[in-house]
Each structure stands twice: as structure tokens, then as C-alpha cells.
């Protein structure tokens, strides 16, 4: 299957590169990849994503703007790219279905993936209390006590969402000070369900085959103690989704696509939009706005070639008619 533009990855950046690139009349193909609609979909509620006065589900969002794309001609595969082959002109995708893709051009919007805390028991215990999605997996802690380890705006706007359900939200945060925006930080202190615990990390996920506890260390006093919890939902920041790109496209000390601020990586045809490259800023609004830029990019870099190879195919024709064959000497 042979696509002008293929876009890997269906978050804002992608569904938002995939509706101009279809308007553009190029027919993109949305590769969805492990997380249809990207890391939005699973927040609860997006309060600054301009043009919804009252907010709107993060579900929601992705899904219209899916629907928008689709509207102007986007197909859309559930498959993941295994590998680029990024010598090839068209590149070659592979797929884990086996199917391969060609492309004229690649928009790398494969997002960023939750940061793990990185401790015994936390792998053994994933879906069992131990969750990265509050938004999917609230309604599961209907009454119960949790704990969401981070002090950034994931961990109060998902921690803040979970009050609907739980009896009590324990922020462990790392530091004395909060990260997240202070209307966040408002909302959380005046809740009553929450409360915090100070310079501290989570040491230990405890519990055989579902959480029933953390071990928590003082990092000023170096004591450890143990809380007793129903669920851990880590929110301490983000990685990027970059491994396939490895070796391929210029990733800097953090594994972020490097991007020549007009999202073009360092491989002719392939741009790259959203948290995969920005590290900064990481908001929907700012993905969407780059996934605009990496789609009017491939755009023109489209028109180039086209141009460039029409200008040469003429000359050749010229050539043509004005040099005669060797034979006619
Ligand atoms: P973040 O802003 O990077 O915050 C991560 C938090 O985790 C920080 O408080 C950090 O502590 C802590 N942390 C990092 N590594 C840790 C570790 N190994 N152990 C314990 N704690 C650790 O990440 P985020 O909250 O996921 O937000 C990502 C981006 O999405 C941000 O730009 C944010 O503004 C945006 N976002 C916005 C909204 C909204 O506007 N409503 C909602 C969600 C996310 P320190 O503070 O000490 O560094």
C-alpha cells in the first residue's frame, strides 16, 4: 500500500497533521498505533484546550478530531511499525501484521509513554493496582484509598479526578513544592479527600497479587515507612516514544527527535510532531500546532520533488528532441 504521507502515531499531533495533510488532497494513512487518539484520550478532563468553554473529555477530543481527519479523506490502519527503511525512496514501513507500507513521506507522531517509577513490584502489580490511567481505571477504586506518586499537573488533574471514586488520594511527591499550575494546586488543597506526603518517594509496590500497600522513604530524614493503599497511579513525567527511531533520525540526550523547528528531522522527507520531539512544553494544543507545521512541511516538500521531477523530465524530452540519436550522425 503506497501512501504519499503516512503518519505514525493518532494524537493530536497526528490527527492534526492528518487533517491538513487531507485537505491538502494527499490522502494521509494514520498509522493508530498501541494508543489510538495517543495520551489525551486518557485524561479526564482538557480544561485549556481552546474553543471548549466548559472543557471537553480528552476521549472526546481525540475522537473528533479523528473524525475530522477521516472527514477529508484520512484512512486510518491499527497496526505498528516495526521497522523504517529509511534508504528506500519511497521508505518502507514494516508492520507487526507483516504488511509492508511505502511512503513519499513520514510524520513521526508516535507521542510519549508514561515514566515508570522504576521499583520492586510496581511490573508485577500493573493492572493490579498499580495504573497509569486514571481515566480508564477510576471507577475500579470506588471507595478506596490511593496514592499518586508526583507533584506536576498529571499527577493533580488525574489525582483530582480519582476524588470522584476513592475515599482518599495520597499525593507522595518528591519535594515540598508542587510543580503542578497553581489553579491545580487550589483545587487539591481544598479537597478534602487529599492529602500529601513531603520529600518522599515510593521505594516499593507491596501486595502478592493485587497492591495493598507502598513503602515510602523520607528523603530528608531517610526513614521508611509503610502505607497502607488500594492503588498507585505513577505520574512523574513522560519518555519518548523513539526506540524505532534509533540509529535512524538524530535523537537528543533524552531520546527526543531532534527537529530543525520546522519539524524536519535529519532524513529528507520524514518530520516529526508533538511530545515526541517537544520536551518543553508537551501540551495537546502545542502537539496539535506542530503536527499542522509537519503536515504543511511534507506538503511542500511534496511539491518540491513533484516539481523538481517534472522539471526534469522535460529536460530530458528536450534533450530529446534537440540532440539526435547516436544512429542519425
Ligand atoms: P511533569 O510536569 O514533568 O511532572 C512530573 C512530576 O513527577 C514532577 O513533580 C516531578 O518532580 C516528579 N518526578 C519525576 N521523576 C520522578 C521520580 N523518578 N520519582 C518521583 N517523582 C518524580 O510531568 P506531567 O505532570 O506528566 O506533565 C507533563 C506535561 O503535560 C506538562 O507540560 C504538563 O503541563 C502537561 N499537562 C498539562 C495538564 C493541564 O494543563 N491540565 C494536565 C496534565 C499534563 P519534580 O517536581 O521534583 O521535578
Known sequence: MHSKVVIIGSGPAGL?????AARANLEPLVVRGLQ???????????????????????YELAENMEKQAARFGTEFKDTLVTKIDAEARP????????????????????GASPRKLGVPGEEKLANRG???????????FRGKSVVVVGGGNSALDEGLFLTRYVSELVVIHRRDELRADPILQERAFANEKVRFIWDSTVEEVLGDDK????????????????????????????????????????????GY?????????NVEGIFAAGDVVDHVYRQAITAAGEGCKAAMEA???????????????????????????????
Not at 495517543?38 to 471537553?56: D, K, R, W
Not at 488500594?230 to 524505532?244: A, S
Not at 527527535?257 to 524536519?264: A, E, K, M, P, S
Open 16 to 20: 492534526t497533521a492528518a487533517l491538513y
Open 36 to 58: 489510538p487518539g495517543g495520551l489525551i484520550a486518557t485524561t479526564s478532563e482538557v480544561e485549556n484546550y481552546p474553543g471548549f468553554v466548559e472543557g471537553i473529555g480528552g
Open 91 to 110: 521508505f518502507v514501513l514494516h508492520t507487526d501484521s507483516g504488511e509492508q507500507l511505502t511512503a513519499d513521506t513520514i510524520i513521526v507522531s508516535t
Open 130 to 140: 498499580v495504573s497509569y490511567c486514571a481515566t480508564c481505571d477510576g471507577f475500579f
Open 211 to 254: 497492591v495493598t500497600g507502598v513503602r515510602v522513604k523520607n528523603l530528608k530524614t531517610g526513614e521508611t515507612s509503610l502505607l497502607a493503599t488500594d492503588g498507585v497511579f505513577p505520574y512523574i513525567g513522560h519518555v519518548p516514544n523513539t526506540k524505532l527511531f534509533a540509529g535512524l533520525l538524530t535523537l537528543d540526550e533524552n
Open 257 to 265: 527527535i531532534v527537529t530543525d523547528g520546522r519539524q524536519r528531522t
Open 299 to 329: 506538503t511542500w516538500y511534496l511539491a518540491e520533488q513533484e516539481h523538481a521531477a517534472t522539471k526534469k523530465a522535460s529536460q530530458a524530452q528536450t534533450n530529446e528532441v534537440t540532440s539526435p540519436a547516436l544512429g542519425q550522425w
